[in-house]
């Protein structure tokens, strides 16, 4: 809770008009950032413990492996149930990455864009 990822993605959605709630505990995965308005959770996730494929940040300790290895595996496997189940009660999921906080801006662009999708359906 509180990361410094966390804080920033908050602080941005929030100075651009968006207003959430935190730490839901009745939703799957307690998620870190509620848009209950617009029925969609982001999920500001570390990528050492959450496991993003392909960044240098989600490397194995190397005392201990068997330890972190099954911590890691009970990790993914106890995120994946959470998504699947707020999916089901159709929640749109969000999941912002440790490592692309460092690409703030650019990234919450895209989670504003998504954001404004949400609010302003498509003419199709």
């Known amino acids: ?5 966390e804080i920033a993605v908050r602080s941005k959605l929030h100075k651009a008009g968006y207003r959430f709630r ?12 509620v848009l209950k308005k617009y029925k ?8 050492f413990w959450h496991r993003h494929k392909g960044c240098k940040r989600a ?6 492996v068997d330890f972190w290895q099954a ?3 009970s ?3 106890r995120d994946q149930k959470n998504l699947s189940r707020l999916k089901e009660a159709k929640w749109k999921v969000c999941l912002v ?9 650019r990234r919450t ?3 504003l864009e998504l954001a404004n999708e949400i609010v302003q359906p498509l003419d199709i």
Request: proline share 8%.
């Open 22 to 33: 935190l730490h839901v505990e009745g939703l799957p995965g307690k998620p870190d950032i």
């Open 1 to 5: 809770k509180n990361t410094r990822p």
């Open 75 to 77: 990790n993914i496997a």
């Open 109 to 111: 662009e895209k989670l």
């Open 97 to 105: 990455w440790e490592c692309e906080i460092d690409k703030i801006s």
């Open 59 to 64: 490397s194995i300790p190397s005392t201990r």
């Open 40 to 47: 969609t959770i982001i999920f500001v996730n570390g990528c």
């Open 71 to 73: 911590k890691f595996e």
